[in-house]
């Protein structure tokens, strides 16, 4: 799902479709995933349930995992969607991922964990 891109950042496509959702989530089986094998350090028990921390264009968003997403698709709050430069969505989109260290930074200078979904 995402390769390695730069020392902050891993690559990867997701179909991006808006949500009437407050958070942005992807299917949880997928998130747990990505937290296993990108995230955890593999050293005692760890959180898999840690937002991810995506880039969408210029903007960094929290992403938490839930049940009934499709696969490969993030579902993005409109007003997110809106500020992006995706036409026509849902639509194949290049997104980043930040790597783990960087993610925990991203966390904690903008003060948010991405809110629970609803």
Same mark, same amino acid.
Request: aromatic fraction near 14%; charge should be negative; glycine fraction near 6%.
């Given at each position: 799902?995402? &390769?390695?891109?730069? /020392? =902050?950042?891993?690559?990867?496509?997701?179909?991006?479709?808006?949500?009437?959702?407050?958070?942005?989530?992807?299917?949880?089986?997928?998130?747990?995933?990505?937290?296993? &094998?990108?995230?955890? /350090? =593999?050293?005692g028990l760890e959180r898999l349930d840690a937002p991810l921390v995506m880039k969408i264009h210029e903007q960094h968003v929290p992403v938490h995992g839930e049940d009934g997403v499709p696969r490969d698709t993030l579902l993005l709050p409109e007003s997110m969607v809106d500020e992006t430069r995706i036409e026509n969505p849902p639509a194949l989109t290049e997104v980043f991922l930040a790597k783990a260290d960087r993610a925990k930074q991203l966390l904690r200078i903008t003060g948010r964990d991405g809110g629970t979904p609803t």
């Open positions: 799902m995402f &390769e390695e891109f730069s /020392s =902050g950042y891993y690559l990867g496509r997701l179909y991006v479709q808006p949500t009437d959702e407050n958070a942005a989530v992807i299917d949880r089986e997928q998130h747990e995933h990505v937290n296993r &094998e990108l995230y955890a /350090s =593999g050293e």
